[in-house]
């Protein structure tokens, strides 16, 4: 998944990285198109693996706990 993260970084997509998950942020197209691909590359590269990801429609990368 590192080989996954590295190409995510590369791209001209809004990336922010937690311990707990990685958020993208762009235009819908280009945000699965990238998907699409990385996800079938890194899926070559491992003989098994799992991947979740969950798709939401909002713009949160300026979220701030307020806690």
Do not use: C, W
């Amino acid at each position: 998944m590192i080989h996954f993260i590295k190409k995510l970084r590369a791209s001209n997509l809004e990336i922010l990285e937690n311990p707990l998950s990685t958020q993208i942020y762009g235009d819908y197209d280009v945000v699965m198109d990238l998907l699409k691909t990385e996800i079938k590359e890194v899926f070559e590269l491992m003989d098994k693996g799992l991947l979740l990801i969950k798709v939401v429609k909002s713009d949160r990368h300026d979220y701030k706990p307020h806690f």
